[in-house]
């Protein structure tokens, strides 16, 4: 494309020029005006010499016109996936790149949004204009052709006002009219509730035809089902339920699917609910006084989850002296209150070098049994009282204990050491000083012997022999700690070691802590990435089945990442609820943004773009046609920025009238002897009439 211009490239600077031409231009002006002999030939000569010194050139620019940009936006997110709007996008993609290859003033930018490998903020939302603004950042605005969006209409980041673009946006809409749905959604779910307390909470049933009728809906904590109520179309309605475990908990709704209705992944609603217990009664029972006492004292009294009753042992009964009875203790301790009638209420129970010596009656001892069976905890702090002659073994708690003393104490420095299964148990994994040898902490000096230890032996002291067993008696758990020299750790005796830590652990494993249970399974989300932990004391807990929100199952492989902890994850592309097993392990876990923006609403809809694309000159219709398996799609007519840019069946694009220069060519009009000829004529005419 070429284009001719003139312009001037003066001889003398402008400045020059305009002092010396100003005045001679006046003088011949006033020469014409006063009509004097000569003036014509005068301003003649005046005009050529000025145009020898302006020098005017004639420009010829070479041009390449540039293409016009268009942004073609297909929607890629979950809700595409339904129906036959899959299809129709990708019909529509096809036809429409046809169409606009047929013009070569066109740039195509093609833009997916929304596919699985984008990052996990993109898919909770589907967000066109983010993306078509990225598709135009480098494009000046004079250059943008338009816009065309292939999507289902639920879009959730539609500008209040135009696009900051002058150029017409076009639609087309996936789906079909006069679609049908139904779906659930939790409208008040509190996000924290009391382990084992209920909590209020309440939902709603919507329906897209108008339908008040009533609904029956399923009620599932954790994947286990808790019940089925009935709820009324379009109202609020209460809910309770009793928060069962700590942790997260996942309390699931689901309505059945009705016949004809577009989608059932609506039709079911979570909520995470963290449990938190309230605190955690413990009933610590303590012989004669030792240095010791007051480790186990004063670790239960930091724990601000942790309500203790302490029981102690100042004076045995068979210690005689005058000392007036008022004057031995303040208030009488509620033996039977606390062993009898509240002994349940206790989260454990421990027994700090407590020997038999008739302070507690002997049927008390059965009733600590008993409650262990039933699912209590017991830990047996043991000294070495436990293998003289008063030792409770000996008493009815007998069978609750996991090991029955020798008569044998074991006076002998050594380091405690993890056994095998103690480097993989939750309570004595990977303890501070642990991984080294010798282990980087403090010696102790007494260890009692026992024999036949039922349980799993997670520390070993002197000569290879016990020192720490957990055990699972019926419904119950006991611990026992056969040295009472932890306290030694705690006085920080050459260097110490992590007292705490182990006695932490000890003593929430005891009451059941989810986190430190030996076989576990959990699962999250993180991003659109299934993470999977397993906690177990076998070698190898083998693959973990995952059941996906469509039904599909995969095999997820798990590689050990510590002792006892095995990991693996799934990537997916799919938002919702995924079911893990292994062996007789299940968990639930939600991938992806909790009741999706994707799925709250579902029905296709031209009503949200219609307003940003009329406001631009553009157009919002519908793809499906009469013909089932295809597409109507429009014709693409490229048109002037000021024509009318839609029609019936077609839709316009805007043509740029944006260039690059490729070349320029200059032809000096006043140049060469030509000018020289012209100028000499002026000026010799100019001397021939003023001699006359």
């Known amino acids: 494309m070429n284009n001719w211009s003139l312009s001037f490239e003066p001889l003398l600077s402008w400045p020059l020029l305009a002092a010396v031409f100003i005045p001679l231009a006046l003088l011949a002006l006033a020469g014409l005006f006063l009509r004097q002999r000569g003036a014509v030939m005068r301003a003649i000569a005046l005009a050529a010499l000025a145009a020898a010194l ?43 790149k046809e169409r606009l290859a047929r013009f070569g003033q066109f740039d195509v930018r093609v833009v997916e949004t929304g596919r699985s490998d984008t990052a996990a903020g993109d898919r909770t939302e589907t967000r066109l204009f983010s993306a078509l603004q990225n598709a135009f950042r480098d494009v000046p605005n004079s250059r943008i052709a338009g816009a065309v969006m292939i999507t289902d209409g639920q879009v959730h980041d539609v500008p209040a006002t135009a696009p900051d673009f002058d150029a017409p946006l076009h639609a087309l809409i996936t789906g079909h009219e006069g679609e049908k749905d139904r779906r659930i959604r939790f409208e008040k779910a509190p996000r924290f509730g009391l382990v084992g307390k209920p909590l209020d909470m309440t939902y709603r049933v919507l329906a897209t035809d108008g339908n008040q009728g009533t609904v029956d809906v399923n009620i599932a904590i954790n994947g286990r089902q808790a019940g089925v109520t009935q709820a009324q179309v379009g ?68 724990d601000a989850s942790v309500d203790l009753v302490h029981f102690t042992i100042l004076r045995p009964p068979e210690k005689q002296d005058a000392t007036p009875i008022h004057e031995l203790s303040l ?67 007998m069978s609750a204990l996991p090991a029955m003393p020798t008569g044998d104490v074991i006076d002998k420095a050594f380091y405690p050491r993890l056994t095998e299964l103690g480097q993989r148990h939750p309570v004595t994994r990977g303890l501070d000083g642990s991984a080294s040898e010798p282990p980087r902490w403090g010696r102790w000096f007494r260890t009692v012997r026992i024999e036949n230890p039922q349980g799993e032996v997670v520390m070993k002291g002197a000569d290879e022999q016990p020192l720490l067993l957990l055990d699972h008696k019926g419904e119950g758990r006991v611990g026992m700690l056969l040295s009472d020299q932890g306290w030694l750790w705690a006085r920080g005796y050459e260097g110490g070691g992590p007292h705490v830590q182990l006695y932490r652990r000890l003593a929430h494993w005891l009451m059941k802590e989810p986190e430190l249970e030996e076989e576990r399974l959990t699962a999250d989300g993180r991003g659109m990435v299934l993470d999977i932990r397993r906690q177990t004391m076998s070698e190898d807990p083998g693959p973990v089945q995952v059941t996906t929100p469509s039904g599909k199952t995969v095999d997820v492989r798990l590689s050990q990442s510590e002792p006892g902890i095995f990991t693996g994850s799934l990537e997916t592309d799919e938002i919702g609820l995924y ?15 909790v009741n999706s923006p994707e799925f709250t609403d579902v029905l296709s809809t031209p009503d949200k773009l219609k307003p940003v694309a009329e406001a631009v000159g553009g157009s919002v219709r519908r793809l499906a046609g009469s013909d089932p398996a295809g597409v109507d799609l ?8 000021s024509a009318q840019a839609s029609g019936n069946d077609w839709i316009g694009l805007r043509n740029t009238e944006d260039s690059v220069l490729k070349s320029v060519s200059s032809v000096p009009l006043f140049g060469g002897f030509l000018g020289l000829g012209l100028l000499l004529l002026a000026l010799g005419g100019m001397w021939y009439r003023e001699g006359r």
Request: charge should be negative; aromatic fraction near 6%; hydrophobic fraction near 40%.
């Open 54 to 96: 302006l020098n005017p050139v004639l420009l010829d620019e070479e041009r390449e016109p540039l293409q016009s940009v268009v942004a073609l936006v297909v929607d890629r997110s979950q809700s595409q996936s339904i129906g036959e709007r899959e299809q129709q996008a990708e019909a529509a993609l096809a036809g429409m």
């Open 235 to 302: 109202r609020e309605m209460p809910l309770q339920i009793i928060v069962p475990n700590a942790g997260r908990n996942i309390v699931e709704l689901s309505i059945p699917v009705e016949d004809g209705e577009l989608t059932d992944t609506n039709n079911r609603t979570i909520a995470l609910v963290d449990g938190i217990r309230e605190n955690l009664r413990v009933l610590l029972v303590s012989g004669e006084p030792h240095a010791g006492e007051r480790t186990w004292r004063n670790l239960l009294k930091s």
């Open 331 to 397: 208030i009488a301790f509620p033996t039977r209150e606390l062993f009898v009638e509240k002994i349940n209420e206790f989260d454990l129970i421990i027994f700090d070098r407590y020997q038999h010596r008739d302070v507690l009656p002997i049927l008390y001892y059965d009733y600590i049994a008993e409650y262990v069976e039933n699912g209590g905890a017991l830990l047996i702090a043991a000294g070495p009282e436990y293998a003289g002659y008063s030792t409770i073994a000996n008493t009815p708690l």
């Open 579 to 593: 079911q893990v097993a292994n062996g007789d392990l299940s968990t639930l876990a939600h991938v992806g943004p």
């Open 634 to 641: 429009p014709s693409v007519v490229p048109v002037r920025p």
